[in-house]
């Protein structure tokens, strides 16, 4: 159930204004503008390095700005201690209390606000409880899987019913399958309780299936924030086509642009796209893969976009495929079949043809930050 409110009805819950926070010379957030709405759930999600923790654990109250502003739940938190603002942090590695069961580990928050051990059993039932984990509560920590210490770290940050919830890459130590299972299972359990959210992740795929928006960041800046399908399907910047999703990339030439259609140069042939650049403009070409088959696409000659290559792999993930041909320099030729798509295409070694649709290519300034 989605018990977000729609946007408009509420202002800004989560209100970060103009943060920057250098170490010495080196600046970790630039003057940063980030947003949360009451029930949303957020992530940053970036490469390491990039400022993702240190916002969260300002957000927290665990590092000072430099300068800018934090509101939260309508009040100004910017320099309040982290024990006032009535945020709870779930940490990477759990930070459980390894000498506490798991019900003293739950009830701990609700210890330090002063509660006895009588007034915590009922919260600290119902913490348990949402995460399932009730028949464990006289467990020791060392006595539980992965998968179950991080239950213990959400009800234990749930307990104290926070303003926000903050998770800090929170299923990062966990194996794949378990991720999934534990990404669904938490985005259900905020989502029933509408609670806010900020998630620091670096997988992309985590971010895409956690969240109703995600912040990408690139070296202390937002680059993008939005629906997972719109920085998807329109990346702003070719930082963000390169970190969220596969693509193909060819760098380009612009050899004529009329009106908004450019014809492009690039190794593997000229291309049309839609984009407001000069001729002479060094650019990025991207195009996601699935838009792409190896083949002319369907549809009138003109609408269509075809560059040559050799075939150089074919991986069969499954439930796709993905066709490389081979590609010079930053240069990646793929596009995507659904599944087992390689039985009958041409060896590696053969020319294979990639053809898209103009209106499904993206052009980027040739020159992006890393
Ligand atoms: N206490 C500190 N003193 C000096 N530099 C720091 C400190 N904390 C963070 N940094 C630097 O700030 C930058 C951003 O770190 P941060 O942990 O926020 O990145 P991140 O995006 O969360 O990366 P990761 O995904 O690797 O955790 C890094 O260059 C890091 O070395």
């Known amino acids: 159930m989605n018990t977000r409110p729609p946007q408009g009805e509420c202002g800004m819950y989560l209100d970060v204004k103009g943060i920057t926070k250098s170490y010495r010379d080196n600046t970790v ?27 969260l654990r300002m957000v927290a109250g665990l590092v000072s700005a430099d300068s800018g502003t934090i509101r939260l739940a309508e009040r100004e938190v910017t320099t309040l201690p982290a024990h006032r603002r009535n945020v ?51 467990r020791p920590i060392s006595a539980l899987s992965g998968g179950q210490q991080q239950r213990v770290a959400v009800a234990r940050a749930l307990v104290v019913a926070p303003d926000l919830l903050l998770l800090d890459e929170p299923f990062s130590a966990l ?22 959210a900020v998630f620091v992740t670096h ?61 492009i140069s690039t190794a593997y042939g000229d291309i049309t796209a839609p984009g407001n650049f000069i001729a002479g403009a060094r650019v990025l070409v991207g195009v996601r893969p699935e838009l792409i088959s190896p083949g002319l696409p369907q549809g009138s000659p003109e609408a269509t976009n075809r560059v040559t290559a050799t075939l150089s792999d074919v991986m069969c993930l499954g439930a796709k495929t993905l066709i490389y041909g081979a590609a010079s320099g930053d240069d990646c030729l793929v596009c995507e079949e659904s599944g087992a798509y390689a039985i009958g295409l041409p060896s590696a070694g053969s020319p294979v043809t990639f053809g898209w649709r103009v209106e499904d290519t993206l052009v980027y300034p040739a020159e992006h930050r890393q």
């Open 29 to 55: 957030l630039d003057k940063l503008d980030f947003s949360v709405l009451k029930g949303e759930l957020v992530s940053l999600l970036g490469p390491s390095g990039c400022g993702k923790t240190t916002l």
């Open 203 to 263: 997988d992309q795929e985590e971010a895409l299936a956690v969240s109703d928006r995600i912040a990408v960041m690139n070296a202390g800046r937002i680059e993008q924030y939005g629906g997972p399908m719109d920085l998807y399907s329109k990346p702003a910047t070719s930082f963000v086509l390169d970190f969220v999703g596969m693509s193909m990339r060819l760098a380009g030439t612009v050899k004529s642009a009329e009106g908004r259609l450019l014809r």
């Open 175 to 196: 194996d794949r399958k378990l991720r999934e299972t534990m990404q669904v299972e938490l985005k259900a359990l905020l989502r029933s309780r509408g609670i806010t």
């Open 88 to 138: 709870s942090v779930v940490f990477q590695n759990y930070a459980l209390f390894p000498h506490l069961n798991v019900r003293e580990n739950v009830g701990f928050g609700l210890s330090a606000r002063g509660m006895t051990k009588a007034q915590q059993k009922v919260p600290v039932e119902e913490a348990l409880a949402l995460v399932r984990m009730e028949q464990y509560a006289d």
